[in-house]
């Protein structure tokens, strides 16, 4: 793939429509200096210096297809709270249609909260309830996801597992995304591998290749073990398994091709899979071989982990680092 291709095939991005459903998450950071100890225990005092918000886990999803410019809702729960407020205003704000979010009003919306000092994240706190959610929510999304089936070309399922992606909702939504023959693809958890069944790909890293195939994973043959595994019992098109440092390696019916990774600096690795599942999925819903879509997935998720904290990417940036490659991926 040449500059001017990949150009021309983030262009088309513009025109991809993705629905997003998974665990809402609010990311809150709290940034500072540490200089001293306390003294009333072994443990450093930050001193805060600012706050902010991203969204986290599936409104990430969202969050980078919207910047990458594609067209995209978001389905999921959130509380009657004030961070459901946050989150959603800082969603709407990125041209992200929320309008299938529902709310519940037995759950807090979920936040994890970073404080982070010199670009060190010192300690993260949760707030979170992870029960399944009710069958009445669960009808709920499925009402909403069926109002937007005919206007989408992939849906991506971001299972966080904190309770909103349920064996119930799994086997409504991908049988209802199949009915109409959309892409689906998976950033999964282990404890589900088996409803996903039937979706088009998935982007496990190499732990959760692993644990779902049940193939320990020692070595490069391991991982070739692991990847054809699920992809023979999934009945998946394809099978994306990260590797970290190592880069990736895709699986199809037809092929195994490893990519090397794309990162020069790792800061955080924080949203880096949210980031491969996003522009992934985009490349697909564009009409890309998945192939190129998981190359393009590379670059992209090699910038996103030389930034601090959760974050995007945009068009811009992947043909920067498709530059910088001079050919090597192409």
Same mark, same amino acid.
């Given at each position: ?29 709290? @940034?500072? /200096?540490?200089?001293? $100890? %306390? #003294? ?5 005092? &930050?001193? +805060? ?77 949760? @707030?979170? /309830?992870?029960?399944? $959610? %009710? #069958? ?5 999304? &499925?009402? +909403? ?186």
């Amino acid at each position: 793939m040449t500059y001017d291709g990949l150009k021309k095939i983030l262009a088309r991005f513009s025109k991809a429509r993705v629905l997003v459903i998974g665990d809402l998450i609010l990311d809150e950071f709290i @940034w500072g /200096k540490a200089e001293r $100890i %306390s #003294p009333e225990a072994p443990v450093p005092v &930050v001193w +805060a210096q600012s706050q902010s918000y991203m969204p986290g886990g599936a409104s990430n999803v969202a969050n980078n297809i919207s910047s990458l410019g594609g067209v995209v809702s978001l389905c999921g729960v959130v509380g009657e709270d004030a961070n459901a407020e946050v989150l959603l205003d800082k969603l709407r704000v990125r041209g992200v249609d929320c309008g299938a979010v529902v709310v519940d009003v037995e759950r807090p919306t979920t936040v994890k909260t970073r404080i982070i000092a010199a670009h060190q994240q010192m300690v993260r706190v949760d @707030w979170e /309830k992870t029960d399944k $959610i %009710s #069958p009445h929510m669960t009808d709920m999304m &499925v009402r +909403a996801i069926e109002k937007k089936i005919d206007a989408i070309d992939a849906l991506v399922i971001e299972d966080y597992g904190k309770g909103v992606v349920t064996p119930a909702l799994l086997q409504r939504v991908i049988s209802l995304a199949r009915r109409h023959k959309k892409i689906i693809t998976v950033d999964p958890k282990v404890e589900h591998f088996s409803y996903y069944k039937g979706v088009t790909a998935m982007t496990p890293n190499e732990k959760e290749a692993s644990a779902g195939s049940g193939v320990k994973i020692a070595c490069d043959a391991d991982v070739d073990r692991a990847g054809r595994k699920l992809l023979k019992t999934l009945q998946c098109a394809g099978v994306l398994v990260t590797l970290g440092e190592k880069g990736m390696k895709l699986f199809q019916r037809d092929r195994v091709a490893h990519i090397p990774t794309f990162a020069q600096e790792v800061f955080d690795v924080s949203g880096a899979g949210d980031t491969v599942i996003s522009v992934f999925t985009l490349a697909l819903a564009s009409g890309l071989p998945m192939l190129d879509a998981a190359k393009i997935s590379n670059v992209a998720a090699g910038i996103v982990v030389g930034k601090v904290g959760v974050a995007v990417v945009t068009p811009d940036e992947i043909l920067d680092g498709w530059k910088r490659l001079k050919g090597r991926l192409a």
